[in-house]
C-alpha cells in the first residue's frame, strides 16, 4: 500500500516549456487535490476532483490544467511554464466526506519545480 | 469565506520543555480543524483532527488540541519537546458538509534546541 505518490520528484523547466506532474492513490479516494506551498504561504488549492472525469478550480488555477481519466490518477499540467511557477507541488486524496464524515486528506511528498 | 492564521512563524524550545502552537480560524459554522507536521523535504501527515465531540483532543507522537469556540482557536500543545519534533506545523480547517477544500494557515517553523 504505497499512499500517495507523486512523478517526478524533482523538475527544472525553462520558461515556456510543458510539463505533466502525475498523482497516483491506491487507497480508492473519491476525491483528489493539488496544491502548491510557497515560503511564508502555506498551501493552496489549485484544482481537485470529486471524482472520475471531473475536476474544479480551487484558488489558484490560473496556468495550470489537470484531468482525471481513471480514478486513482490526477494530472497537472502547465501548459507554459512561467517563472512564478515555481513552488513545491503535493497532491492529497481523501474519501468523499458527504459519505465518510471526514475531510482528511493524505498527501504525497511532493514535487520539486522550478522554472528558470 | 474560511481563513485560519498562525500567528507565530518561528519558534525555538529547548528539548524538554512544553509547547503551545497558536492557531486561529474564522469559520461561520462548527469547521474541521487539523494539524499537519511537514518534516524538511517530506510531505505532510496528520497528527489530530477535530470534527466534533470532546473539544480536547489526542494525536499521534504525544500532542494534543483543544478547540475552544469562544476564542476561534485550535491550540497544538506538545507537554515535553523532542528533538525529532522540529518541523514545520500547519492548522487547517475545512468546511463541514460535502465541500472538503481544506484552507491551510502558513504555517509555524519549530526550531528545537539540545
Known amino acids: 500500500n504505497a499512499g500517495v505518490t507523486q512523478t517526478p520528484k524533482f523538475r527544472v523547466l525553462k520558461t515556456g516549456q510543458s510539463m505533466t506532474l502525475l498523482c497516483a492513490q491506491d487507497?480508492?479516494?473519491?476525491?483528489m487535490y493539488w496544491y502548491r506551498q510557497d515560503p511564508g504561504m502555506g498551501l493552496r488549492l489549485i484544482h481537485y476532483?470529486?471524482?472520475?472525469?471531473?475536476?474544479a478550480k480551487g484558488e489558484v488555477p490560473d496556468g495550470y490544467n489537470v484531468s482525471r481519466l481513471k480514478k486513482q490518477n490526477f494530472l497537472l499540467g502547465l501548459e507554459s511554464a512561467a517563472p512564478s511557477q515555481t513552488s513545491v507541488y503535493f497532491c492529497?486524496?481523501?474519501?468523499?466526506?458527504?459519505?465518510?464524515?471526514?475531510?482528511?486528506?493524505?498527501f504525497g511528498p511532493g514535487t520539486r519545480l522550478t522554472v528558470l | 469565506a474560511q481563513s485560519v492564521t498562525q500567528p507565530d512563524i518561528h519558534i525555538t524550545v529547548s528539548e524538554g520543555a512544553s509547547l503551545e502552537l497558536r492557531c486561529n480560524y474564522s469559520?461561520?459554522?462548527?469547521?474541521?480543524l487539523f494539524w499537519y507536521v511537514q518534516s524538511p523535504g517530506q510531505g505532510l501527515q496528520l497528527l489530530l483532527k477535530y470534527f466534533s465531540g470532546d473539544t480536547l483532543v489526542q494525536g499521534i507522537k504525544g500532542f494534543e488540541a483543544e478547540f475552544k469556540r469562544s476564542q476561534s482557536s485550535f491550540n497544538l500543545r506538545k507537554p515535553s519537546v523532542h528533538w525529532s519534533d522540529a518541523a514545520e506545523y500547519f492548522c487547517a480547517v475545512a468546511q463541514t458538509g460535502t465541500a472538503s477544500k481544506l484552507t491551510f494557515g502558513t504555517g509555524t517553523r519549530l526550531q528545537v534546541t539540545l
Open positions: 492529497a486524496s481523501s474519501y468523499n466526506p458527504g459519505t465518510s464524515g471526514t475531510n482528511e486528506q493524505f
Open positions: 487507497m480508492n479516494h473519491e476525491y
Open positions: 476532483s470529486v471524482g472520475e472525469g471531473t475536476t
Open positions: 469559520y461561520g459554522a462548527t469547521p474541521y
